[in-house]
């Protein structure tokens, strides 16, 4: 029944970077690379964390869980964007643009409750050190990944509801390499007033609570470090959470800029460039930031390597 409105568009026009047709190849290949290199960093955290015992603790199954939240958002949108680059723009039809718009948003919502849970196990473990392993148990963790990618999903599908309910009319060309929820609002035949209210609601709901509910875990872990009588002691605690903190800056920074910030103003070339910090960059970078300043995982890794080279 949903459907019914919709009869006037069956598929876009996705134009993608008309403005550097000159360097579509160049293009083409770093982002290519780039998304090899977010698939086979992602891979490797979620095979460790399957592999090594070390390694089988709550926060390294939520971070397991982040990992494949990224494979799956870049992997929606960056093979597309690949072909929409190459062919100078491609058509997605709409059942295609609704989908792929789907598995973004459970993608994207889905890691910002995963992070807001990763917040809480780091301030579990600082705070509450003692109570630490009967509160987060398997049970609670379980629960709290499901809830995690539930949320994601129902989020996602609220946004579905709502665009299917509303009549999308011509032109049907979205300036963009993806199907994201702003350009599609801009086909809206009816008012959209309503259908941006209930954006910035789902927006303050999904992004903003969890990224407040972070900040306050933070302060909570900031004051429990300090006061904590050894330097060593401080800077151990400290360690624990600098990925996962650096993590949250790098994607609640680009979500807060592209979905709460008011668009109205803003030109294309800074959308899509933002757009791309959470679809290409963010997603790298997770791998990235978290090898590089974990020592386990790092030990791990190196393990791994040494058992592969002696075989």
């Known amino acids: 029944m949903l459907w019914e409105n919709q009869t006037t568009v069956t598929e876009f026009l996705l134009l993608g970077f008309p403005a550097i047709h000159n360097f579509k190849i160049l ?3 770093v982002f290519l690379l780039l998304y090899i290199c977010t698939i086979a960093g992602n891979v490797v955290i979620i095979v460790l964390v399957s592999t090594s015992h070390q390694l089988r603790t709550p926060m390294y199954f939520f971070l397991s869980h982040l990992s494949l939240s990224d494979i799956l958002l870049t992997t929606d949108i960056v093979p597309n964007m690949l072909y929409v680059i190459m062919a100078e723009g491609g058509v ?3 059942a295609g643009c609704i989908s792929q718009f789907f598995l973004f948003g459970t993608s994207a919502g889905s890691e910002c409750f995963l992070l807001t849970v990763m ?10 050190p003692l109570r630490y392993s009967a509160i987060m148990d398997f049970k609670l963790c379980f629960q709290l990944v499901f809830g995690s990618w539930f949320l994601g999903f129902m989020a996602a599908l609220s946004m579905v509801i709502l665009i299917c309910s509303f009549q999308l009319c011509n032109p049907n060309v979205i300036d963009h390499f993806f199907c994201d929820i702003t350009p599609l609002l801009d086909h809206f ?4 007033s309503i259908a941006d209210t209930d954006v910035l609601f789902l927006a303050i709901s999904f992004f ?3 990224f407040i509910f972070i900040v306050v875990t933070y302060v909570c872990i900031s004051l429990t470090i300090l006061n904590i009588s050894s330097a060593t002691g401080r800077q151990k605690a400290f360690s624990t959470c600098s990925s996962h903190l650096a993590v949250v800056c790098t994607y609640y920074g680009t979500l807060i800029a592209k979905y709460v910030i008011p668009s109205k103003g803003q030109s294309l070339i800074v959308m899509k460039i933002t757009s791309l910090l959470y679809t290409v960059i963010t997603p790298l970078f997770n791998p990235i930031i978290y090898t590089l300043r974990n020592k386990e995982i790092q030990a791990a890794l190196w393990k791994c390597t040494s058992v592969r080279v002696q075989i």
Do not use: E, Q, V
């Not at 917040?119 to 509450?128: K, V």
């Not at 035949?189 to 959209?192: A, F, G, M």
């Open 119 to 128: 917040s809480y196990d780091r301030y579990l473990a600082i705070c509450h």
């Open 92 to 94: 997605i039809t709409l």
């Open 208 to 210: 903003i609570f969890p």
């Open 27 to 29: 293009l083409f290949f």
């Open 189 to 192: 035949c009816s008012d959209r």
